[in-house]
């Protein structure tokens, strides 16, 4: 199983970026699907997650300012980022619980993505 997350880029303050994570592999099934940051010298962070209901949570410093989404039939989940902030640089990981069929019966995995470098100039 493979997450490949992409869409980072350089931006100014006030811009926006798009983040996409798409899942492939011999997957049978994904529940939550989401994106953590982790910026130079601090702890990796949840900034948002979502279920395959499509239930919410964000952290508070992006509520209001990103969105996050998701494609059930293409295993890819997306993150719209609005009124970026310097505050938001960071590498940002694509992250998924994952359940796979194995000839011992279906397996749990909690899969990242590489990472995608977010920039953001004052």
């Known amino acids: 199983v493979q997450l490949v997350d992409s869409g980072g880029g350089l931006v100014q303050a006030g811009g926006s970026l798009r983040l996409s994570c798409a899942a492939s592999?011999?997957?049978?099934?994904?529940?939550?699907m989401g994106w953590y940051r982790q910026a130079p010298g601090k702890q990796r962070e949840l900034v948002a997650r979502?279920?395959?209901?499509?239930?919410?949570n964000y952290a508070d410093s992006v509520k209001g300012r990103f969105t996050i989404s998701r494609d059930n039939a293409k295993n890819t989940v997306y993150l719209q980022m609005n009124s970026l902030k310097p505050g938001d640089t960071a590498v940002y990981y694509c992250?998924?619980?994952?359940?796979?069929?194995?000839?011992?019966?279906?397996?749990?995995?909690?899969?990242w993505g590489q990472g995608t470098l977010v920039t953001v100039s004052s």
């Open positions: 992250n998924a619980d994952v359940t796979v069929v194995t000839i011992e019966g279906p397996s749990h995995l909690e899969v």
């Open positions: 592999g011999s997957i049978f099934s994904i529940t939550a």
């Open positions: 979502i279920t395959t209901a499509g239930s919410t």
